[in-house]
């Protein structure tokens, strides 16, 4: 069965300090895609990447980073020196058509990410 | 803006009731999906149309029903509605059939009394 955990339901930072966004997911399928989504408090969910299973390199994009490993079953998500704009509901999710859901997306529970100033 | 449009933004209406929420996916994009999220069950999909046709279906309820019209926009009707149903619907839509990237519209916020 498809599942996806996001083991932190709450992190508190400081501005300008890192912090890693934990993503565990479960499938039976050997093609998977990977995908995370921020919801800032204005409510909309914007894409933020997709990875599929046969490509494990790390993604970088401006503070952004990201960490797949297979061996793990992860998929996380670091924000480097973080701002307060970067306070957001942060889910992750899968997609492996092994279901009746064909192609929809299977969300994780998500990570409420606060920065203060 | 993802370019996925949908309306109404906030909808109250009483038990037992029906509503229509009306989304128009980004210019080209074939495929739409309805998802749910309330606090208690998260974000959970629906259904999905693609080109006009009924794709997968999720935890959707029987009284929940859904449609995509030639010009591509999709409408997802709610009947009998229960104090439960009160939560946030989203619309997202996608290029094609494949596991691509999906983006949402600002969702529909359902208040049921």
């Known amino acids: 069965a498809q599942k996806v955990t996001q083991a932190q339901t709450e992190i508190s930072v400081v501005e300008k300090e890192d912090v890693t966004l934990d993503c565990v997911y479960e499938?039976?399928?050997?093609?998977?895609?990977l995908f995370w989504y921020k919801q800032p408090p204005s409510g909309e969910l914007v894409f933020l990447i997709r990875?599929?299973?046969?490509?494990?390199q790390n993604e970088i994009s401006g503070r952004y980073s990201w960490n797949f490993q297979k061996s793990t079953s992860s998929f996380n998500f670091t924000i480097t020196a973080s701002q307060v704009v970067d306070s957001a509901v942060y889910f992750c999710a899968l997609s492996d058509g092994s279901n009746q859901a064909g192609t929809a997306l299977i969300f994780g529970k998500g990570t409420t990410l606060s920065v203060s100033s | 803006d993802s370019g996925v449009t949908q309306t109404p933004k906030h909808l109250i209406t009483a038990t037992g009731q029906r509503v229509t929420l009306r989304c128009s996916p980004r210019?080209?994009?074939?495929?739409v999906y309805w998802y749910q999220q309330s606090l208690d069950q998260g974000l959970q999909f629906l259904i999905q149309?693609?080109?006009?046709?009924?794709?997968a279906k999720g935890n959707i309820l029987e009284r929940f029903s859904a449609q995509q019209f030639p010009d591509l926009h999709s409408e997802l009707n709610l009947s009998s509605l229960e104090l439960g149903d009160s939560a946030l619907y989203f619309c997202?839509?996608?290029?094609?059939?494949?596991?691509?990237?999906?983006?949402f519209g600002p969702g529909t916020r359902l208040t049921v009394t």
């Open positions: 210019s080209g994009d074939l495929s």
């Open positions: 499938t039976r399928d050997t093609t998977y895609y």
């Open positions: 149309y693609y080109n006009g046709e009924e794709r």
């Open positions: 990875r599929n299973s046969f490509d494990e």
């Open positions: 997202a839509s996608s290029p094609q059939r494949g596991h691509y990237e999906q983006y």
